[in-house]
C-alpha cells in the first residue's frame, strides 16, 4: 500500500501524519511492501525583474538571479527539510517513509 501524506508546520497535519502510520500502517499487510510518502508544498520563489524574453540579451550576456532570490530559495527549502525532517521521526521503526518537496501553490 502507498500513502500520501502533506506535512507543513500544522499540529493537525502532524496528527493526520501519526493517525495514517498507527491506523493504515499498523496491521502489517502481505505482499507489496508498504510505503508511506510525506509531500510538503512551499510557494514558489518571487522572480524579480522583468521576463526574460522582453530583453533580447546578445552574445556573452547571462542573467543571475539576485542574492536575495537564492537566499529566499535557500530559506524555503530550509524549512521544508526541518518539516520533513520532524515528521520522519514520527515514521522511524514503524513504516518504511520516503520525502518529496514540491514547488507550488496551496489551494
Not at 41 to 56: D, E
Not at 66 to 79: F, G, H, K, L, M
Amino acid at each position: 500500500m502507498r500513502v500520501i501524506v502533506g506535512i507543513d508546520e500544522s499540529e493537525e497535519s502532524f496528527y493526520a501524519l501519526q493517525w495514517a502510520v498507527t491506523n493504515l500502517f499498523s496491521a502489517g499487510g502481505e505482499g507489496e511492501p508498504n510505503m508511506l510518502t510525506l509531500a510538503h508544498v512551499h510557494q514558489p520563489s518571487k522572480r524579480y525583474g522583468a521576463a526574460p524574453s522582453a530583453i533580447p540579451a546578445g552574445v556573452g550576456v547571462a542573467g543571475f538571479p539576485s542574492t536575495a532570490v537564492v537566499d529566499s530559495q535557500r530559506n524555503a527549502e530550509q524549512i521544508s527539510a526541518a518539516i520533513l525532517a520532524q515528521a520522519l521521526e514520527i515514521c522511524t521503526n514503524k513504516v518504511k517513509a520516503e520525502t518529496v518537496i514540491v514547488e507550488g501553490y496551496v489551494m
